[in-house]
């Protein structure tokens, strides 16, 4: 399965757009790219995933570049309970989800 | 609640002690997981099951023993552990392998 790269962690102040990337430059064609978020210790929350469309649900926006070696996720309005960490993972629709370091967002009043 | 119910929530053990680990999950859904996640450290993945069968074993040490009885209930047998084992095991169900997951609230392990 590809590797992922997200950033350490990033802040957001409370009522904006969180946007959160992520760079997957060795990604399959048969590999999906999904968003999983972990608020602390509990277990991980599924978000979103996607295969080459933006996608978007009653959580958060996926946007998935044309070449598909990156993708963002874009809350739309963080709020304080937003804060966590968030995992992108890449995997074939037959595979196993390996988690990385992921990206910890902190929403700020 | 998630659908997926671990218990129990926390747990303290000695070395020299046999605990289980228990997951049910009310989904209707054909595979489960094992994760640990170690303080400060991505999740881990231990074991998977599909339809009741070990499918995968990521190279975890004997002293932890899965058993899937049926497709709803997973457990983990614990013996003999050391205290680096202790983490937060997390049980995972899903309808395929790569399908979305939804995991339990897991199990935090204090081994002393």
């Known amino acids: 399965d590809a590797k992922t790269t997200q950033p350490t962690s990033m802040d957001c102040a409370e009522g904006r757009a969180a946007n959160l990337p992520c760079n997957h430059s060795?990604?399959?064609?048969?590999?999906?790219v999904y968003w999983y978020r972990q608020i602390h210790s509990q277990g991980p929350q599924y978000i979103i995933h996607?295969?080459?469309n933006n996608e978007t649900n009653e959580m958060a926006s996926l946007i998935i570049t044309e070449d598909r070696k990156s993708s963002t996720l874009i809350l739309p309005h963080a709020t304080l309970r937003d804060t966590a960490v968030y995992y992108c993972?890449?995997?074939?629709?037959?595979?196993?989800?390996?988690f990385g370091q992921g990206t910890t967002l902190q929403v700020k009043p | 609640e998630t659908g997926v119910t671990q218990t129990p929530r926390h747990l303290v053990m000695g070395m020299t002690n046999k605990k289980s680990l228990k997951c049910e999950q009310h989904?209707?859904?054909?595979?489960m997981y094992w994760y640990k996640q170690s303080a400060k450290k991505p999740l881990e993945l231990m074991f998977v099951?599909?339809?009741?069968?070990?499918?995968e074993n990521n190279s975890v040490p004997s002293r932890f023993s899965p058993e899937c009885p049926n497709s709803s209930h997973l457990f983990l047998h614990l013996h003999t552990l050391q205290p680096e084992d202790s983490a937060l095991y997390l049980c995972?169900?899903?309808?395929?392998?790569?399908?979305?997951?939804?995991f339990g609230s897991g199990t935090r392990l204090t081994v002393v």
């Open positions: 989904l209707g859904h054909n595979a």
């Open positions: 996607g295969l080459k």
């Open positions: 995972a169900s899903s309808q395929g392998e790569g399908t979305g997951y939804t």
């Open positions: 993972i890449v995997s074939r629709n037959t595979g196993k989800l390996i």
């Open positions: 060795t990604i399959s064609g048969n590999e999906y």
């Open positions: 099951y599909n339809f009741k069968e070990q499918t």
